[in-house]
């Protein structure tokens, strides 16, 4: 089962949506089984089997289908994958979810041969270290490489705001007035962005709760401003005239 886990991480993590809610979802599945992690934001679930339960659940879900596990897993995999890829493509199946107790059910509905096939993933509460392991350390290594671009990109501002001023102050002007802009204010830009960054979380339905989500999306977010910034800011530093 060592492939599973170690293909699995490699995985990126894709939003399944539902009728009911949205999820994150990342899976991998081979011949010999599958792994599964699923997530609300609030929890992650996890199931991973191999072709034993396979064979098992599957007698026991589509009593009118015949087939080996690699059959049932190669078809699992072809509703899976282009619903991971692309959150706009329709697919082919229906996908439902259910909770019982900690556990978490994740029904799918579609066709195999013609006839109607049923498949429950049973997802029971991921380990702290499985947590740590797919959500935590990636997001945080991610923030610490967002943190140090927000503080590349400030220190280049504040720089090119420095050189701007020495062309000011020995006479050049603009040639366009829209290009001009105003001194570089750290701390101002930061909270915009904190509220901003917010906003959209709130917007797309995100927890706003989650304290890292939010720090990590309002990160990014500033990164992507400072950058447009920082560009603006080359582009008026090389058009001075006198």
């Known amino acids: 089962m060592e492939e599973l886990e170690q293909g699995l991480l490699m995985q990126p993590w894709a939003w399944l949506q ?5 999820l994150l979802v990342k899976a991998y599945i081979t011949r010999q089984g599958y792994a599964l992690l699923v997530s609300d934001l609030q929890q992650v679930w996890h199931e991973q089997v191999d072709t034993s339960v396979i064979s098992q659940r599957a007698k026991e879900l ?40 900690e556990a978490l059910i994740l029904r ?19 380990s702290p270290s499985l ?3 797919h959500l935590i350390r990636p997001l945080m290594g991610m923030s610490l490489a967002l943190q140090c671009q927000v503080r590349d990109l400030t220190t280049l501002l504040h720089m090119k705001d420095l050189e701007i001023q020495d062309y000011q102050e020995s006479g050049a002007t603009l040639s366009r007035d829209r ?6 204010e750290e701390n101002s830009f930061l909270e915009r962005f904190m509220v901003e960054g917010g906003l959209f979380l709130s917007s797309a339905c995100i927890p706003i709760q989650l ?22 800011g080359l582009l008026v530093g090389k058009r001075p005239s006198r």
Do not use: M
């Not at 539902?18 to 949205?22: H, M, R, Y």
């Not at 991971?84 to 107790?101: E, I, M, N, Y």
């Not at 799918?108 to 991921?126: D, K, Q, T």
């Open 62 to 101: 589509n009593k009118r289908l015949t087939a080996p596990p690699e059959a049932f897993l190669c078809h699992l995999d072809d509703l899976l994958r282009p619903l991971l890829k692309d959150a706009s493509c329709p697919g082919t199946a229906t996908f439902s979810c259910d909770r019982v107790a």
């Open 179 to 184: 290009l001009k802009t105003e001194p570089f």
């Open 211 to 232: 304290g890292f989500s939010a720090f990590f999306f309002c990160i990014f977010y500033a990164a992507r401003g400072l950058f447009s910034w920082f560009s603006l």
């Open 18 to 22: 539902l009728a009911e809610n949205s």
């Open 131 to 133: 947590v740590s392991q």
């Open 108 to 126: 799918v509905r579609s066709e195999l041969s013609g006839l109607p096939f049923y498949w429950n993933f049973h997802c029971i509460l991921a």
